[in-house]
Each structure stands twice: as structure tokens, then as C-alpha cells.
């Protein structure tokens, strides 16, 4: 099976990659279409969240993508795109990170990159567009998020070239991609998501999705990519939607 062939449309400013992308998708963009932008005026994340994206301080980008495999299964995307900047990042800047569930890139427990997967209705079939923005350099981060975020600058004391970065995460999203749509794909995304997660095995966790929370500690994936969670009366709980955050050990008492 050949990978889809990346085209890259480039702009200087955009309100979003992601809403741009759609557009194209769309109006019959190909498989492999990029949209990168210097900045984005309304980025977006996960739950509707802002995405603050100042110009030149990240990368921006947004892909469109038709997979050939069952539709329960494209909810394995946006863990194929973390696994995909984890792998981008080690090649292109030496920077090992953790994956939150889904698909948070974590370097020392701040936020480095954000995963936003939306599918969408085009004439020629449902597609998925995938936006990924990483934080590139120190400008990236509002004094307000430099408790809960960082960047690649910060880390390594290094801003990286976009392109570089850009360059490998194409690289290393075609191949997986590639492998995802063959028999075994799916296995293998859960298998190497879960030997890169922190999160994905013995965690102890509080996950909320606006209306229930519940504490418990993580027992790997779902063959779909849902987290699975064993709370404190032995209930697992299948979590596909909603926000994770690791629970500290309380502290003994003196």
C-alpha cells in the first residue's frame, strides 16, 4: 500500500489549521493535504479550548486524511498523532515526552503539544483532519501557562527550525500511518501508545467529562483506544471522552 503524498499549503496567519483544512477536505482536497500556518488567531483544542499560537513560536499544522480501515477504528487517530510527535521529537530535537490519554504530549508534566482529531463530510466520503501545534520556542508560552505548559526552547534550551521539525513529523506520520491501515495496525498502534504512556498502566487518575467524575488507577486500552480504569471498588470503567489528571499519592501522616 503506498502512504499518502503530503502537499503543503503555507500561510502566514490563519484563524485555524484545522477549520482551514476542513474546507479544503471539503471542497475535494486529496488525502496527504497539509495546512501550516505562522500563527493561528483562534486555535483550538480539545472540549473547545483556546489554543494560543503566536507567530513563528509553533508549529501549526493540520493534515486531511481518508483512512481505509473500519470506522470504529478512527478513533485510534488521534493516538497515531501522539505517537507520531513523540517519535518527530526525538528525531528532529533529542526530546523524550510522556502521552496523557489521548493524546497530550507531556515533557515533566507541562503540555508541549496538543492533538485536536475532527472528522468531516465530504462529497467523496468522511475524512479525519488532524491538527497537531507544537510549542516551538519561549514565545509559545503567556507568563499565565508557564506553570502547566512548556516548549521545545524551554527543554532544550534550543528553539528548533519549524521545517526540521515539520520535515520529520511527515516522515514519521506516513509510516504510520501506513501501518495502521494494514490487518495488525490497530494492535500495534495500542501496543507502542501504551509503551510511551505514563498513563497507560497503573496510574492513578481523575477523569472528568463535564457531568461525572471518577478516581481510579489506569489498566491499559480498549481496542478502540478508550482508557480503561479500575476505581477503588474494583469497577472498570471504560473512559472515551473527558479530561485525565494524575492524582497525587496523598501524603503520609506524621
Known sequence: MNS???????FDSLPSTNTEAARQAQEGAAEGLCVVAREQTAGRGRLQRRW?????????????????????LWSLMPLLA????????????AVETDIKWPNDILFGERKLCG???????????????????????????????QEVATSVEVITGIAPDAEAVLQALLR???RRYETFQTDAGSGEIICEW??????SYGKRVRVGNGTETCE????????????????????????????VTTVRPSAAPV
Open 4 to 10: 499518502f503524498q503530503p502537499k503543503i499549503l503555507r
Open 52 to 72: 494560543l499560537s503566536p507567530a513563528g513560536a509553533g508549529l501549526y499544522f493540520s493534515i486531511v486524511l481518508r483512512p481505509r480501515v473500519d470506522a470504529s
Open 82 to 93: 501522539a505517537l507520531a510527535v513523540h517519535e518527530a521529537l526525538v528525531e528532529s530535537c
Open 115 to 145: 492533538i485536536l482529531a475532527e472528522t468531516v463530510d465530504t462529497e467523496s466520503g468522511r475524512a479525519v483532519v488532524t491538527g497537531i501545534g507544537i510549542n516551538l520556542s519561549v514565545a509559545a508560552l503567556p507568563p499565565e501557562l
Open 172 to 174: 514519521v506520520l506516513a
Open 194 to 199: 501504551s509503551a510511551r504512556s505514563s498513563y
Open 216 to 243: 481510579g488507577v489506569t489498566r491499559g486500552l480498549e481496542p478502540d483506544g478508550a482508557l480503561r480504569v479500575e476505581t477503588d471498588l474494583g469497577e472498570i470503567k471504560v473512559v472515551r471522552a473527558g479530561d
